[in-house]
């Protein structure tokens, strides 16, 4: 039997695709930021790479995704407001995903390890965004 991890895994891409647009339809921060709008798409496929390792129980630092999200918002001004709602809908996108792919399935555990990752990333951007802001003046 296949369990929700896997057959979440096999649509990956399209799960990817529907985040981005509603990233895009719901934080219009993006529409005046062209380049962080191009980057959106493989910011979103990075990190879905990362929650898959995460519902597996692969270890991960999380390193590329807060990466990623910290370059993309100081290289084109958005506001760590704008990346943390940007990290908050990946998040809840993944996990209405993998309930409904559940079929009754235990899935706490991937879960558990899905929440504790998006508030270990959160709280490193938060630090490290700040951290840039406060070395360039604030800018």
Same mark, same amino acid.
């Given at each position: 039997?296949?369990?929700?991890?896997?057959?979440?895994?096999?649509?990956?891409?399209?799960?990817?695709?529907? !985040?981005?647009?509603? /990233?895009?339809? *719901?934080? =219009?921060? +993006?529409?005046?930021? =062209?380049? &962080?709008?191009?980057?959106?798409? =493989?910011?979103?496929?990075?990190?879905?790479?990362?929650?898959?390792? %995460?519902?597996?129980? /692969? &270890?991960?630092?999380?390193?590329? &995704?807060?990466?990623? @999200?910290?370059?993309?918002?100081?290289?084109?001004?958005? *506001?760590? %407001?704008? /990346?943390?709602?940007?990290?908050? !809908?990946?998040?809840?996108?993944?996990?209405?995903?993998?309930? %409904?792919?559940?079929?009754? %399935?235990?899935? @706490?555990? =991937?879960?558990?390890?899905?929440?504790? @990752? +998006?508030?270990?990333? /959160?709280?490193?951007?938060?630090?490290? +965004?700040?951290?840039?802001?406060?070395?360039?003046?604030?800018?």
């Amino acid at each position: 039997m296949v369990g929700a991890v896997e057959r979440l895994a096999d649509e990956i891409d399209q799960l990817a695709d529907l !985040i981005v647009a509603e /990233i895009l339809a *719901s934080v =219009p921060e +993006y529409e005046d930021e =062209p380049v &962080a709008k191009l980057l959106l798409r =493989p910011f979103v496929r990075q990190n879905a790479d990362e929650v898959m390792r %995460e519902f597996r129980g /692969i &270890a991960t630092t999380t390193a590329a &995704a807060r990466n990623v @999200a910290l370059t993309d918002a100081i290289a084109t001004g958005l *506001s760590l %407001e704008t /990346i943390e709602r940007t990290f908050q !809908i990946g998040r809840d996108r993944f996990r209405a995903r993998l309930l %409904e792919l559940g079929d009754g %399935e235990d899935l @706490a555990e =991937p879960l558990a390890r899905l929440d504790e @990752a +998006y508030e270990t990333v /959160i709280a490193a951007v938060r630090d490290e +965004y700040r951290a840039v802001k406060e070395r360039r003046g604030g800018d």
